[in-house]
């Protein structure tokens, strides 16, 4: 129902599933609160100071902003102390981060981007945090135990602050998207049953970096920059934003392929886009809503991990789309 409320929505899918225990709505919950939390910092910009570069650099030897480290403390405190989960990951650290002694632990681990798109804050551009919500296999989890190809997820979203604050849920039943109404203090159902065009004529990836692609990559991109004059049924359209976030919910609104493929500067690094808090919970989302995320080579939610901060290339979108560039890396 149109207009209701997060909560609300989440206790009536628990009530669908036998034996649910509601600890996965309570975290869901949760995870709401702390995005509220985040988007208010965004909101206030540079009047709080959160524009201002802080020094640091991130485990991925990235500049971090002041809200870089504002939404990961945030996100970190929000959650560590509710009793759903066993630990948490996040792309601000380094190591996994444990749940302190002081709290009760729960039988879930989270794994966490908690400002995606950051390059796009000093342009007042849309940012957003992505989360993935795994089984903790034991009460004390090692990074082993983070370890789960993205087929385990249970529950993932995103938050995508921009003209108006949305957040985008998957428990494994389709894609439900709710806009924070300031008003009411809530996220309220705005868009049910989320469901992406299997075709499109849009594109989305950084150009600049053409000459460094996969033949198969720039074979296809070629073909949609030539359209109808190149042989395909269409012309195309492209976009790029810079943050994943905006790009997916643009992807779920209108259809799409998003890609971050392969090229040659990013081989060391396996790809450019981390697989267990960006590329598993985007693409749990995308499959939900009926469309399709490759590496090219594999379906993303088989890959087996082998660190927190694995990067992977990534294709995603409109399902005939995605399969055509999958069809040319055969
Ligand atoms: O987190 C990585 C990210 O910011 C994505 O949100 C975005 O898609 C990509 O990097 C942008 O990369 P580039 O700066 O190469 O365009
Ligand atoms: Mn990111």
Redesign the pocket.
Known sequence: MKGQRLAQFLSQEQRKIPGATGELTMLLNDIAAACKAIGHEVNRGALAGNLETVGSENVQGEVQKKLDVVSNEIFIRSMEWTGHLAGMAS?ENEEIIPIPSKYPRGKYLLCF?PL?????IEVNLSIGTIFSILPAPNDNPKTEDFLQPGTRQVAAGFCIYGPTTIMVLTTGNGVNAFTLDRDVGDFLLTHSNIRIPEDTAEFAI?M??HRFWEEPMRRYIDECVKGKAGGREKDFNMR????????VYRVLMRGGL?T?PMDEKLKQKGG???LLY?ANPMSFIVEQAGGMASTGRQRILEIQPTGIHQRVPVILGSRNEVARVVSYHQ
């Open positions: 792309e981007d995606d798109g950051s390059g796009n950084n600049s970096n790029w934003l810079a943050s994943m976030v905006a790009e998003f971050y450019r886009l981390r960006e």
